[in-house]
């Protein structure tokens, strides 16, 4: 499903560089997005069987958007918090070069995933499940580094 849903996201030159950028301590941006992809395409699996239906095909290319904006951080950032505040709005920057065609439902679902250490606070059931799958994600890394498995 990821590779079918994101094949033009995860072919780009932004991905690619994304899969050098260290995120979370001992994983990469790209690492973490594919991640947060599968948190949430399981996410959206519970949902359904619940009886709510969730665009996963969003669900997964703003998964593989949301953390772009993260990209050279050392660059772009002063520090961890500002980078934590300003890459969800450069995310979304990004994802309008990678996909010409992405509306503004998903571009507002990529704003908000850091809700809520961010104002911008989830608007749909898909930016809701990206924001939570990237939660999940980003505890599996940091819990592995926990275990010293570094």
Same mark, same amino acid.
């Given at each position: 499903?990821?590779r079918?849903?994101?094949?033009?996201i995860?072919?780009?030159?932004?991905f690619?560089?994304?899969?050098?950028?260290?995120?979370?301590?001992?994983?990469?941006?790209? /690492?973490? =997005? %594919?991640?947060?992809? +599968?948190?949430?395409?399981k996410?959206?699996?519970? @949902?359904?069987?619940?009886?709510?239906?969730?665009?996963?095909?969003?669900?997964?290319?703003t998964?593989?958007?949301?953390?772009?904006?993260?990209v050279?951080r050392?660059?772009?950032?002063?520090?961890?918090?500002?980078?934590?505040?300003?890459?969800?709005?450069? /995310?979304a =920057? %990004?994802?309008?070069? +990678?996909?010409?065609?992405?509306?503004?439902?998903? @571009?507002?679902?990529?704003?908000?995933?850091?809700?809520?250490l961010?104002?911008?606070?989830?608007?749909?059931?898909?930016?809701?499940v990206l924001?939570?799958?990237?939660?999940?994600?980003?505890?599996k890394?940091?819990?592995?580094?926990?275990?010293?498995?570094?």
């Amino acid at each position: 499903m990821i590779r079918k849903y994101g094949r033009d996201i995860l072919a780009s030159d932004k991905f690619r560089q994304a899969r050098g950028q260290i995120h979370h301590y001992r994983t990469s941006v790209a /690492s973490h =997005s %594919i991640k947060t992809a +599968i948190s949430g395409l399981k996410l959206c699996s519970i @949902l359904r069987r619940m009886g709510i239906s969730v665009d996963a095909r969003m669900v997964v290319r703003t998964a593989l958007l949301h953390d772009l904006g993260m990209v050279g951080r050392s660059d772009l950032y002063r520090n961890n918090y500002e980078c934590c505040m300003k890459h969800p709005g450069n /995310s979304a =920057s %990004i994802s309008r070069q +990678i996909c010409s065609e992405i509306d503004e439902k998903s @571009l507002a679902a990529i704003e908000s995933h850091m809700w809520p250490l961010s104002v911008h606070m989830p608007g749909s059931k898909e930016a809701f499940v990206l924001c939570m799958a990237d939660k999940i994600a980003s505890v599996k890394d940091l819990i592995y580094i926990k275990r010293g498995k570094r």
